[in-house]
């Protein structure tokens, strides 16, 4: 079974490389040939693109990332343009397209309507057109793209969406059969890319941006735990260390081996669960809408720390997450989530 697969693998983001390389190996775990369709998407590479003396500078944290797709994710080809991506495809010979995860379907200023996410471009006749776990972001409608997008919907032999708000989109095109499921970092074994540590020394890790009302919480909370602070992939003054250009293997480690996890990104949030660490997630980069729907998605609504004025309300009991009573629906989900993409694959 060969599986061709189209998602964000180039955005300098740690969720977005990580989720890529989930997706390749979730797949061939379930045993199939994968490649991910190498697309360099005008928008994407538009809005990455380093100017003035920055151009002449690059980024040590975008190069990082980078590498570790080059390293680690199967690329094809590179593709610059949806006939690239269609001419490609015609000789491929994949038995499947999977379109997932990441904020594919969000149609913004950036990327506007790309069919190639929406995999809305011609293939050989008996190849499947499936999605697994893209998300609409905050997105409440396609406006005057509804047509496009209901063209490219009604191709797929299986669909699925990774939260609630688009599940809500795709419904109001008329899209009924449509399946919740979780992102694939949930699903994916990183055990072969984990680093092990070298200092045992308990920590907190701080993973994302965070604004001055997080920066005290975060304070407030390494106090009471008598923990240090380290920064993962981000700037933090109240960190006792920075870590700023950490390759995803080590922003993963960071998280999987904190002893507690303060973030404002959803796959900071998605991986703290995954390792059971006990995290708060912060609405101060405008995430709130994807942070509240995964929380709620597993009960844990209580970890979204709430706001009195100007400053977060701190609790003992932020400080404690017992696992236990949100095992069995965790579970749940991830068992419903693979025999999905098992029978999307299969038929």
Not at 63 to 89: G, H
Request: net charge positive.
């Amino acid at each position: 079974m060969r599986v061709g697969v189209v998602t964000f693998h180039r955005v300098p983001n740690f969720g977005a490389v990580l989720q890529a390389w989930s997706m390749a190996y979730n797949l061939r775990e379930l045993g199939a040939d994968v490649e991910i369709l190498d697309y360099r998407a005008p928008g994407n590479e538009a809005m990455f693109k380093r100017h003035g003396f920055k151009a002449l500078v690059p980024s040590i944290g975008a190069a990082r990332q980078k590498r570790f797709v080059r390293k680690n994710v199967p690329l094809s080809k590179v593709l610059y343009s949806l006939k690239d991506v269609e001419d490609y495809v015609s000789r491929a010979g994949f038995d499947v397209l999977a379109c997932g995860s990441d904020q594919i379907w969000k149609k913004d200023h950036r990327l506007g309507f790309d069919p190639v996410y929406y995999l809305g471009f011609n293939v050989p006749s008996g190849v499947r057109r499936i999605s697994y776990a893209p998300s609409c972001g905050d997105m409440t409608g396609y406006g005057e793209h509804s047509a496009n997008a209901m063209d490219c919907f009604n191709r797929f032999y299986r669909l699925s969406v990774r939260d609630g708000n688009s599940m809500e989109v795709l419904h109001r095109l008329g899209l009924r059969n449509v399946k919740r499921v979780v992102d694939p970092t949930l699903l994916a074994d990183f055990s072969s890319i984990l680093r092990k540590r070298s200092d045992n020394t308990p920590y907190l890790a701080v993973v994302g941006g965070l604004d001055d009302a997080s920066v005290r919480l975060v304070r407030e909370v390494a106090a009471a735990l008598r923990l240090r602070i380290i920064a993962a992939g981000t700037r933090c003054t109240a960190a006792h260390i920075e870590k700023r250009f950490v390759s995803p293997e080590e922003w993963l480690s960071l998280i999987a081996n904190a002893h507690f996890v303060v973030t404002s990104l959803f796959h900071g949030s998605a991986l703290a669960l995954k390792y059971r660490r006990p995290f708060i997630s912060l609405d101060c980069a405008g995430r709130r809408t994807k942070l509240q729907d995964l929380l709620d998605h597993f009960g844990l609504q209580s970890r979204l720390a709430a706001k009195s004025g100007d400053d977060y309300v701190f609790s003992d009991e932020l400080l404690h997450l017992d696992y236990s009573q949100y095992e069995s629906s965790i579970e749940s989900a991830l068992a419903d989530s693979r025999e999905f993409l098992k029978e999307a694959i299969y038929g």
